[in-house]
């Protein structure tokens, strides 16, 4: 098969036809035949509003069966696609559409309480430039919007940005009747080595940059992932992960296109309907961020519940305490879990595999997948360091910015993640912190993710994030935050004691804050650079 995902589109149609490809919750049920037909037919309406071979297209919307097929058609048009995260706020949307110079837009109508046209209008009043065509980049170059319905329907055209015809998703769709001839002429023509996503970081540590990907990269991670997980089209997948994210597009999207998998999509996260759905889907692979399976295993309508369908387990996003994984393999259904650790530049990087040991799978990252090369930086006397990534699949680079570029993968081709840990004699990888997290107490270095895991073995902490705070006697101090377990109770006092006893002095928290719950990013991680701004 040719490496592109217009070729693993017609793949799928011909290999999984009469398989369910998408069944979304109060929505359509697709084949992978009816998902080609429909895919095909947007395709010819990006071409029918003018869209050519290499534009750009936005997407900022959450997880419904548009997002897929607005993707997929976008692609087979031989387009690129510029994921937007959700929970991004005009400005900061229209930041992203304008530096990526999208010439499309697909944004979600009305969803929770939030109208983004009128959001990206009003951003764009406050920005002169945006308004001119000519400008480059701004939202007068979008030359095509097209709302999609949620929560009650679109917000009426007028909302769109300066001289951008705005659409409805069903005035835009049946454009592309009479144009699949052209449509598949268009994708024909796509080539594994152009860009098919630049995806922008998460921005916990600075303002957002665009990884682009080429489509043999973004189709050979997603292949590598389902290959570890021994995904097939037997599974039925729900996906929480947004789309947005590299984990639900090609952790999740992608992995269902090559793998057949029937995809299920929950719009937003909440522990209880995504119960239901594992047990009225019948699902088998769920991966998702830590704080998804503790919501589960401490959600008081679990034991009612009927989720031994689950096989599949894999989470990463974050560090990932080893007492959640054991729980995780003795309380819920799974036959395997997996940890994984990848990045926005790279999608994912090292994964365990079904039939390791369960210390390995609880304590580490598992070993290099993808074709990458894994090496740790300047090691430490315990061989610790930052880690380096050199493979095929690294991203392409930044866009429009090769000084952070040139930064992040050196002239060796090593990406420098940012991420510390260590290497074991097999080769897999234990996530030790982010180096920006990393603390200086007294002289000794703190890496809060030791502290977090020693917290997440005290039976009423349900997660915690641990930063460092400025002191005057030893220069920083640790500071913990902690959710408590529902029907728990916990002290300062009682946090502080237990740590004592089991960490170095220099490693103890002295501050402890209790939350009802962490601020984090769409991914699922905490966001630290958030906690740090709010404790000065």
Not at 286 to 292: H, K, M, S, W
């Amino acid at each position: 098969m040719k490496l592109t995902i217009p070729a693993a589109v017609e793949r799928a149609a011909h290999q999984f036809g009469g398989r369910t490809a998408i069944a979304e919750p109060g929505g359509p049920r697709l084949t992978y035949a009816q998902l080609h037909d429909r895919v095909r037919a947007i395709a010819g309406a990006f071409i029918e509003q003018g869209i050519e071979p290499g534009d750009r297209i936005a997407i900022w919307s959450p997880n419904t069966h548009h997002w897929v097929l607005g993707a997929l058609g976008a692609l087979y048009a031989g387009a690129t696609i510029v994921p937007v995260n959700t929970r991004f706020t005009g400005p900061e949307a229209l930041d992203v559409i304008g530096r990526s110079g999208a010439r499309a837009l697909l944004v979600a109508g009305r969803f929770l309480g939030t109208d983004r046209l009128a959001a990206l209008r009003d951003a764009a009043a406050q920005d002169p430039a945006a308004q001119d065509p000519a400008a480059a980049p701004g939202p007068g170059r979008l030359k095509l919007v097209v709302t999609i319905p949620i929560d009650g329907g679109s917000p009426p055209p007028s909302a769109a940005p300066a001289r951008a015809a705005a659409l409805d998703w069903a005035e835009f769709e049946p454009r592309g009747a009479g144009l699949a001839g052209l449509a598949a002429e268009r994708a024909a023509a796509v080539e594994p080595e152009h860009v098919s996503d630049i995806l922008f970081t998460s921005g916990t540590t600075g303002r957002s940059k665009g990884a682009m990907s080429a489509h043999y990269q973004s189709l050979s991670v997603a292949s590598a992932w389902a290959e570890c997980g021994q995904v097939t089209s037997a599974d039925r997948y729900l996906v929480l992960n947004p789309f947005f994210h590299s984990f639900g597009y090609k952790a999740g999207i992608l992995v269902c296109l090559l793998t057949g998998a029937a995809l299920v999509p929950q719009l937003v996260y909440d522990a209880e309907q995504a119960m239901r759905l594992i047990e009225a889907e019948q699902i088998t692979v769920l991966p998702g961020a830590p704080t998804i399976y503790q919501t589960i295993l401490d959600h008081p309508a679990r034991a009612a519940m009927d989720l031994a369908s689950l096989r599949l387990a894999v989470t990463g996003a974050a560090v990932v305490p080893v007492a959640l994984v054991e729980r995780m393999q003795s309380e819920l259904s799974f036959d395997t879990v997996l940890t994984a650790y990848g990045l926005t530049e790279a999608v994912v990087a090292t994964m365990c595999r079904p039939g390791d040991d369960p210390k390995v799978v609880a304590a580490t990252s598992g070993r290099a997948t993808a074709r990458f090369e894994v090496q740790i930086a300047s090691p430490d006397e315990t061989g610790t360091g930052e880690i380096l990534l050199r493979g095929p699949n690294v991203m392409l680079g930044y866009l429009d910015d090769p000084e952070a570029s040139a930064a992040a993968v050196d002239a060796d081709g090593w990406l420098h993640t940012g991420d510390v840990g260590k290497l074991d004699a097999a080769g897999n990888l234990t996530i030790t912190d982010r180096l920006k997290d990393m603390y200086i107490c007294g002289g000794f270095n703190v890496y809060p993710a030791e502290v977090e895991q020693s917290l997440a073995r005290l039976e009423a902490v349900a997660e915690s994030v641990v930063i460092g705070v400025p002191d005057e006697r030893l220069g920083e101090v640790g500071k913990a935050y902690v959710v408590v377990r529902a029907g728990h109770s916990l002290t300062e006092e009682a946090v502080i004691s237990y740590c004592r006893g089991r960490l170095a002095n220099f490693k103890v928290p002295r501050q402890v804050e209790f939350r009802a719950e962490l601020p984090r990013n769409a991914a699922g991680k905490p966001l630290k650079r958030q906690l740090r701004e709010e404790s000065r």
